[in-house]
Each structure stands twice: as structure tokens, then as C-alpha cells.
């Protein structure tokens, strides 16, 4: 199947590598991370395949590069949203706008960009690497500056700090996927906004409310931990 990406003509000499990711991020936001090649990249941007493997290995090096554009992407769809957001206020107030921004600029950008969005999430862990790249992405490190926001300005308890932010994401990153690919893909847009509001507040009231204490604790983790639900072993990685 064809690729419409238009071709890159004039390029910077020496710069055939960005040209060949912004083209492979270009590739990904037509039709998903299964839409980038090398030889795609390549023509894109005019240059033989070969010219574009001397910067490129492989496709998966390619397709980390289409990644790291697209989370660029989000984060500066993320950025628009926090300079819309009024910044007088309380600073339990400022932190909550914020929240509500960072989640809103990830949905805006799950639902404008459902290619882009696909390809943020690609892949595993690069070789040699001990922390997964998403850990440092430009959108996970502003969902976290967020919640410190909040911390500090004691809204969000200390005690209810750690691992918040896989909270929220795991919240919002499941909307995101039944926005873009569920069943509220097909809902009216009333039914639409009072799911994002509601889950919004959920998320909001979660992290400030009082932590669950005593028998409803206990309860909790042990259907947990009684239901044997863990992560499946990966097995060799593949490199």
C-alpha cells in the first residue's frame, strides 16, 4: 500500500537523519507505527534506501525515532493546554488546573492523532538500556511535575505520593483507548465530555481524598493478591 506522505525535496546536507525522522513521524501519523520503513522514510524524503541506512540500521531504529517525535508531539499538545490554563488562584487550585490540562492535552492528542498516539507506545526497551524510554518521555515527566505540584502544595498527601502517577496515566490512557478504538468511540459527544468530567474527578478527588484505611485496606489488597494478577513473564528479550 502507498504511503500519500508527500516527498522531502532540499533538505539540509548533513541533516538526512532528522529529515528521515520527522518523514518516519510523518509515516506513523497516517497509518501507525506499522506504516514506517526505512524504504518509506527514504522516499519521502528523496534519498535512496541506502543513503537512509547509513543513518538508520534498521526499521527499529527508525521506529524509535518516529516515537521520540511523537511524544514530542503530545507534549507540546500537553504545553498548549497548561498555557490556556489560568495560573491565578490557590495553589491547590493552579495544581488541579494543571492536572486537568496534562490529562486533557494527552486525550486532545489520543483522539486528533490516533497514529501518533499508536506509535508512543511501541517497542521495548532499547539495548543496553535499564530504564524503559516512556520513564523519561516528555509527557511522563510533566504528569509527574504535576502530582509534585499538588504534593507541595498539600493537597496531595505524602503517604499518597508514590506511584500516583501510573494512577492517573493507567486512568487516563484507558479513556484515551476507549475514545479512540472502544465502544466511546461511538458515543455522542454529551456522553463523551461527562466521561471525561467524571473521570476526571474521580482521578482528582482519588488523589486528595482520605487513603482507605483498616478492614477496607485490608480487603482490598487481599482480593489483590488473592487474584494471582501479575504482569506475564516477557521471556528472553528480543533485543
Known amino acids: 500500500m502507498g504511503s500519500s506522505v508527500s516527498v522531502r525535496s532540499g533538505y539540509h546536507h548533513g541533516d538526512l537523519r532528522n529529515a528521515l525522522s520527522r518523514a518516519a513521524a510523518d ?4 497509518g501507525g507505527p506499522g506504516a514506517v520503513t526505512v524504504r518509506a522514510a527514504a522516499r519521502a524524503v528523496g534519498v535512496t534506501p541506502t543513503a537512509a541506512y547509513r543513518h ?3 526499521h527499529e531504529e527508525l521506529l524509535d525515532a518516529a516515537k521520540e517525535q511523537a511524544m514530542a508531539r503530545m507534549a507540546a499538545v500537553m504545553d498548549a493546554e497548561l498555557a490556556r490554563s489560568p495560573d491565578q488562584g490557590d495553589p491547590v ?10 490529562g486533557l492535552g494527552y486525550l486532545n492528542f489520543a483522539v486528533a492523532e490516533p497514529g501518533l498516539f499508536r506509535t508512543c507506545f511501541v517497542g521495548g526497551m532499547p ?8 520513564w523519561t518521555s516528555e509527557p511522563f515527566v510533566r ?3 504535576v502530582l509534585d505540584e499538588l504534593a507541595e502544595a498539600g493537597y496531595l498527601p505524602a503517604e499518597r505520593r508514590p506511584m500516583a502517577e501510573l494512577a492517573i496515566w493507567s486512568s487516563v490512557h ?6 479512540n478504538e472502544g465502544p466511546m468511540r461511538h458515543a ?3 456522553i463523551q465530555r461527562q466521561a471525561i468530567e467524571r473521570t476526571f474527578e474521580v482521578i482528582a478527588v482519588g488523589l486528595g481524598g482520605s487513603p482507605l484505611t483498616g478492614e477496607l485496606r485490608a480487603d482490598l489488597l487481599e482480593m489483590i493478591r488473592r487474584s494471582g ?3 506475564p513473564d516477557p521471556g528472553p528479550s528480543a533485543g
Do not use: D, K, Q, Y
Open 56 to 58: 538508520f540500521a534498521g
Open 188 to 190: 455522542g459527544p454529551e
Open 174 to 179: 484507558g479513556l484515551a483507548m476507549l475514545l
Open 27 to 30: 509515516l506513523a501519523r497516517e
Open 127 to 134: 539495548a543496553g538500556s535499564t530504564v524503559h524510554p516512556v
Open 229 to 231: 494478577l501479575s504482569a
Open 93 to 102: 487550585r493552579r495544581g488541579l488546573r494543571h492536572l486537568a490540562a496534562v
Open 143 to 145: 504528569a509527574i511535575a
